[in-house]
């Protein structure tokens, strides 16, 4: 049985950094693309960044250049890096891993089938 286990998230002050990890277990992920989403209070779930099975990153607009997602094969963790912070961070994280194997990179919640029960990350001014 599949399961995602998110962890590292926390409260941190605007401009500085934090590491949320994803440790999978029940499934060598190392086929599939793995991906990070958040939610906000009062907002839709949204995309953040994905790791495509072949290595390629893939990110929102918003994260580009502060965010970093990558992947420990050899453990089964997925990491996402986030560094300088903003306000607007702030949200339930969680990752998931896409339905199919060898997919390319989707930013569409709906192909991804399993998830991860999520850590929250606080962004303080």
């Known amino acids: 049985q599949l399961q995602l286990v998110e962890s590292g998230g926390g409260l941190v002050q605007a401009g500085g950094s934090l590491r949320v990890s994803c440790q999978a277990s029940?499934?060598?992920?190392?086929?599939?693309?793995m991906g990070w989403f958040r939610q906000a209070p009062g907002k839709e779930r949204e995309w953040v960044a994905a790791r495509s099975w072949a290595g390629t990153g893939s990110y929102r607009d918003s994260v580009k250049g502060r965010f970093m997602i990558s992947k420990d094969d050899a453990e089964n963790i997925v990491y996402l890096q986030a560094d300088n912070l903003r306000l607007e961070d702030t949200g339930i994280y969680y990752c998931?891993?896409?339905?199919?194997?060898?997919?390319?990179?989707?930013?569409?919640?709906?192909?991804?089938?399993?998830w991860g029960q999520g850590t929250q990350v606080t962004v303080s001014s």
């Open positions: 029940g499934r060598n992920f190392n086929r599939y693309t």
């Open positions: 998931a891993i896409h339905s199919r194997r060898f997919s390319s990179g989707s930013i569409s919640a709906s192909d991804y089938d399993k």
